[in-house]
């Protein structure tokens, strides 16, 4: 959700600095960005391997929580460049569409459903439903389970390095559409197709 439907990574990172100036930490742009693609429970446990011996992460990242959505709510929720528009093809083609995202079940549900993209997905996998997050391939095997949908015949969206090797592993067709960070060499090897944007995908699977 976060990178390829939403475009909230930057925000994400926005939050997690001013928390860090609010507590005199300098730029932690380094460690915050180790976090994208990994769920909240991985996310604090980088942060306190970083900066537990200065700070409460705990403290901080409800600081960075509520700075997310004061963004937010100033700001609006960005939708990423076409992404409406592959949700409303796939549909129209009557494809079997997942969301595994590794924010939990109910913010990914209402973040979904206050931008009326909800009725796209036929099952929501969020990162409090699994035990093993990104990179590990739990999360995708799940949702194509509940979807009834074989891993080796699906495809998965992806602008994470964590993101791409979860989908890797679980054997499906990873399509890399970067976000804020720049794919490396094992994000472009594991990739069956890197995309400039959603849109991109969308005349790809039209072809």
Not at 99 to 109: D, K
Not at 125 to 140: L, T
Request: negative net charge.
């Amino acid at each position: 959700m976060d990178g390829i439907i939403f475009d909230t990574e930057t925000i994400a990172l926005r939050s997690w600095q001013d928390a860090a100036d609010a507590h005199g930490l300098g730029d932690i742009s380094e460690t915050a960005m180790k976090c994208v693609g990994r769920s909240t429970v991985d996310t604090l446990k980088i942060f306190e391997a970083a900066y537990g011996d200065k700070v409460s992460i705990e403290q901080m990242h409800i600081e960075c929580i509520t700075r997310f959505k004061e963004i937010i709510q100033t700001e609006g929720m960005p939708i990423k460049k076409g992404a409406r528009e592959l949700l409303e093809f796939l549909k129209q083609s009557g494809a079997k569409v997942a969301l595994a995202s590794s924010t939990s079940y109910e913010t990914v549900v209402a973040e979904l459903k206050d931008a009326d993209l909800f009725k796209y997905f036929r099952v929501i996998v969020g990162g409090d439903m699994i035990k093993n997050s990104k990179p590990e391939p739990e999360i995708y095997l799940l949702a194509c389970e509940k979807l009834g949908a074989d891993p080796k015949k699906s495809a998965a969206v992806e602008d994470s390095r964590n993101g791409i090797i979860s989908a890797s592993r679980a054997g499906m067709y990873p399509f890399l559409v970067p976000d804020i960070i720049e794919p490396d060499e094992e994000m472009l090897k594991l990739s069956h197709k890197k995309f400039a944007d959603l849109l991109e995908v969308k005349k790809y699977l039209q072809a």
